[in-house]
């Protein structure tokens, strides 16, 4: 994950309408029926154990033989949930000199040719001994590879379904044009050349989803009405206090979308450290395994699931 640019415009209406969770109401807080009931099955437990998997595979870092080792892993492991995948090799240049970076895509075609992206990024942060990314990016991928196994179950849906799991997220230096966000403005830039990305309807991007006090601060710089769906999602799972509006923007990989004018949101928890409010495990060695949650997982996957089915069911007339 990088938060390493904020906006600090603030807009203190916005920010007093929307960081305040509304009070749930009893049908919320409970479980929901009805119209509420689950969309798809989601399991935080099993989205964890795609996190421990995947970090078995080693460290990641961008443009390193590790970072091969899990794209081909990730490719791999979407296909044996049912999901065409490839991975899409790509040269660019970084403060090191130029790269070979690997996004990993993957589809369910749709019924239509309108799409809802859903995204992660897999690389870790260069030059911290002993860092393995469990949360950032171990978590997303995990709930990643969780959301893809629910949604090929009764697949095609009204709407194609991607999967993007990008390289190249973390800089090596400081964020800029030729550092960070390498995987994420490579597809953009490809699927503007080939016409789908005005087909998008949505891109979700989760971004250190897992941890155990998780509170997921939405960027400003976020699509307002997937802001809503999300807010709206959070509360018919009874979810909501989990999820606030940060007040400034955030560069994430859903810049490159949102900058082209795609509807795109940013789902990510960036306080991820030893007492609220606090950061201070982010991009050090103590982000490991034990300090994420099924619990959590298992929360942002069934607003993000609830998200894309709202969607679906938008496309379908319902």
């Not at 970084?94 to 993957?106: K, Q």
């Not at 009764?154 to 999967?163: N, Q, T, V, W």
């Not at 400003?220 to 606030?244: C, D, M, Y």
């Amino acid at each position: 994950m990088s938060c390493k640019w904020t906006i600090r415009a603030l807009a203190a209406a916005w920010v007093l309408a929307g960081c305040a969770p509304a009070p749930e109401s009893p049908a919320a807080a409970g479980t929901p029926a009805g119209a509420a009931q689950a969309p798809v099955e989601v399991s935080g437990e099993r989205a964890l154990e795609e996190v421990r998997a995947f970090l078995e595979v080693g460290p990641r870092d961008a443009g390193t033989p590790g970072a091969e080792r899990a794209a081909t892993y990730l490719r791999d492991r979407l296909r044996a949930l049912g999901v065409e995948a490839e991975i899409q090799e790509f040269r660019d240049r970084a403060p090191s000199g130029e790269l070979t970076f690997r996004n990993v895509l993957g589809r369910m075609p749709g019924r239509t040719d309108r799409i809802v992206l859903l995204a992660s990024h897999y690389d870790t942060k260069v030059g911290i001994p002993g860092f393995v990314g469990a949360n950032d990016s171990g978590s997303s991928t995990g709930l990643l590879l969780e959301l893809a196994r629910a949604f090929a179950v009764g697949a095609p849906h009204a709407l194609e379904i991607r999967f993007a799991i990008f390289d190249g997220e973390e800089s090596q230096v400081e964020y800029g044009p030729n550092d960070g966000f390498h995987g994420s403005r490579h597809l953009a830039r490809t699927m503007a050349a080939d016409g789908s990305l005005s087909n998008v309807v949505a891109m979700i991007l989760l971004d250190m989803v897992g941890d155990r006090d998780l509170t997921i601060t939405i960027p400003r710089n976020s699509t307002p009405e997937l802001v809503a769906l999300a807010f709206a999602a959070a509360r018919t799972e009874g979810v909501r206090k989990h999820f606030q509006l940060y007040p400034y923007n955030v560069g994430d990989d859903h810049v490159a979308f949102f900058e082209r004018g795609v509807p795109a949101i940013d789902l990510i928890d960036f306080e991820f450290g030893s007492a609220p409010g606090k950061n201070d495990y982010w991009h050090t060695a103590a982000d490991t395994l034990d300090k994420l949650s099924a619990e959590s997982l298992d929360v942002v996957g069934r607003v993000a699931a609830r998200m894309v089915a709202e969607l679906l069911a938008r496309a379908a007339g319902k």
